[in-house]
């Protein structure tokens, strides 16, 4: 009589498991943390929610990726702490990802604009690459750019800002006749013509 109480009661649990999300996954101050810090950094982990999802598993993943981890989408103590350096480098306070989660929440989750994508796509303009309008926002048009920018200099296209992609930009020579206004002509305009013969 006892196993077949305890059956009854794994099968009823594994139902409740499966049907209810209540069930499913607890709120977790870590999961929280890291989601805020994903967005913040330009990941996309879906809500702040404090639940362990798949887009947030991936956005994890993603990042683990970008900055040398084991990609596990685990929220580990290595991944915090490189989630939480990744944050101060690009100058971001807690207040400062607090705010970030709260405006992406209040317009759904649409692209908020960021002192490191401005500062991207001013850098992206100066070396050719078209990013579009200098708004701080990574929409398309500046991932395209940061691809672009990534596979010419051999780093992984995530389209993503990460610091090896920042750091490359910074010390990656300007064209040569590139003006700020990325003149195509710029070089014809340099080079004087040979003589033939």
């Not at 490191?116 to 750019?145: H, I």
Request: aromatic share 4%; hydrophobic share 25%.
């Amino acid at each position: 009589m006892k196993k077949w109480h305890i059956v009854v009661t794994g099968l009823f649990i594994m139902v409740c498991l499966t049907v209810s999300p209540a069930f499913a996954g607890k709120y977790n101050q870590q999961t929280h943390q890291a989601q805020s810090r994903l967005k913040a950094l330009g990941y996309q982990p879906g809500p702040a929610d404090g639940m362990m999802g798949q887009k947030t598993r991936n956005a994890v993943k993603q990042f683990q990726g970008d900055h040398g981890l084991p990609k596990t989408g685990t929220i580990d103590d290595r991944t915090m702490q490189k989630m939480q350096t990744a944050s101060q480098k690009k100058g971001m306070s807690s207040t400062m990802e607090q705010q970030g989660h709260q405006a992406a929440s209040a317009t759904g989750g649409a692209a908020k604009s960021s002192p490191n994508a401005y500062k991207a796509q001013k850098r992206l303009k100066a070396l050719g690459y078209q990013p579009g309008p200098a708004d701080g926002k990574m929409g398309q048009k500046t991932k395209k750019a940061v691809k672009r920018f990534q596979r010419d200099h051999g780093l992984p296209e995530t389209g993503n800002l990460d610091d090896r992609t920042m750091q490359k930009m910074q010390t990656a020579p300007q064209k040569k006749g590139q003006t700020g206004a990325n003149s195509p002509q710029g070089d014809e305009r340099q080079q004087p013509r040979r003589p033939k013969g």
